[in-house]
Nanobody, 123 residues
Framework: QVQLVESGGGSVQAGGSLTLSCEAS????????IGWFRQAPGKERERVAS???????KYEDSVWGRFTISLDNTKKTLTLQMHSLTPEDTAMYYC?????????????????WGQGTQVAVSS
């Protein structure tokens, strides 16, 4: 089993910044992929940014250049730095991981999920 605990969400005005953190524990190791996903009201869950655990990182097009994901394998912590936030970034943000390292880049059908942290961006 893998446990994922997110933190760092909150409310911010458009143009502002937030940093989210996800602490992984249990059976998690660097062979897992891990990433950030989000779901806005009335919309499907989507990938924001993901890592295969070995340095390959992918970003959703709308966050490219504004968000940065970083993985500290020693601390088992995944961080998402978010800048130039817009109201369209408002969503529940989830950390997710999977033992099949390719899946975080390609699907939201992943094995382990955190409880989520809310991000609200006002105009």
């Amino acid at each position: 089993q893998v446990q994922l605990v997110e933190s760092g969400g909150g409310s911010v005005q458009a143009g502002g910044s937030l940093t989210l953190s996800c602490e992984a524990s249990g059976d998690y190791n660097r062979d897992y992929c891990i990433g950030w996903f989000r779901q806005a009201p009335g919309k499907e869950r989507e990938r924001v940014a993901s890592s295969d655990g070995y340095g390959s990182v992918k970003y959703e097009d709308s966050v490219w250049g504004r968000f940065t994901i970083s993985l500290d394998n020693t601390k088992k912590t995944l961080t998402l730095q978010m800048h130039s936030l817009t109201p369209e970034d408002t969503a529940m943000y989830y950390c997710a991981a999977d033992p099949r390292s390719w899946r975080c880049h390609t699907t939201t059908d992943l094995t382990y999920w955190g409880q989520g942290t809310q991000v609200a961006v006002s105009s």
